[in-house]
């Protein structure tokens, strides 16, 4: 069965530090891949998605992530990051079998 | 367009109750998911649809079912409720994967089973 893993669970940073969040993904065949963060108390919301093209995908509040289908990786990226992107983030994995797949999350906690 | 509904947003059940949470949007999508939620584990999926007529078990189906008799709706069921079904469930619409653009969550149905 197909997995998304997502390797840190809690991140903590300053404001301003730069951010790199891990996915994962094992099926081996088209993927569509997404980015989902939930601030606190609300349901999810995407941030960024890829279906094919250029590898390197630009989203929402300056968020980018890179598609490396050779590592099956799809890590989630922001140089500097604010308190208000305090959140949990979700890796998620469409495949062919129309199941959207979510990673555990990652929770991230920014200071000022 | 109200997006994806859900309703209730807070219920508490007994074990062995049974409860209806109730799924409805109004985009025309073809795709409804439903997850659970719970900490540290990230959105399971439990059941999904591809259209009216059509369902299908994700990763975590037992104890539950659905049913998908319009395009709007897709209520989850639960008939014996257990402690273990305690979590906030959210659905989810997308049009379909062609054309796909962004997949609607509602707002979640926060379940407690005592």
């Known amino acids: 069965a197909q997995s998304v893993s997502q390797h840190n669970h809690h991140v903590i940073l300053s404001e301003a530090a730069s951010l790199e969040l891990g996915c994962n993904y094992s099926?081996?065949?088209?993927?569509?891949l997404f980015w989902y963060v939930q601030y606190p108390g609300q349901h999810l919301q995407l941030l960024l998605k890829?279906?094919?093209?250029?590898?390197l995908v630009k989203g929402i509040k300056g968020f980018e992530a890179e598609f490396i289908k050779s590592k099956f990786s799809f890590n989630l990226r922001k140089p500097s990051v604010q308190w208000s992107d305090t959140a949990e983030y979700f890796c998620?994995?469409?495949?062919?079998?129309?199941?959207?797949?979510f990673g555990t999350g990652t929770r991230l906690q920014v200071f000022p | 367009n109200a997006g994806v509904t859900q309703t209730p947003k807070f219920r508490i059940l007994k074990i062995g109750q049974s409860m209806t949470l109730q799924c409805t949007q109004d985009?025309?999508?073809?795709?409804m998911y439903w997850y659970r939620q719970d900490p540290g584990m990230g959105l399971k999926l439990i059941y999904y649809?591809?259209?009216?007529?059509?369902?299908d078990k994700g990763e975590v189906p037992n104890g539950y079912n659905v049913s998908r008799s319009t395009t709007e709706d897709f209520p989850l069921r639960l008939e014996l409720a257990a402690p273990s079904q305690t979590s906030v469930y959210f659905c989810?619409?997308?049009?379909?994967?062609?054309?796909?653009?962004?997949?609607?969550f509602g707002p979640g149905t926060r379940l407690t089973v005592l």
């Open positions: 890829y279906f094919s093209g250029d590898p």
């Open positions: 998620a994995v469409l495949d062919n079998t129309d199941k959207l797949i």
């Open positions: 649809s591809v259209g009216a007529g059509i369902t």
């Open positions: 985009m025309n999508h073809n795709y």
């Open positions: 099926y081996g065949g088209t993927v569509n």
């Open positions: 989810a619409s997308i049009k379909g994967l062609a054309g796909y653009n962004e997949q609607f």
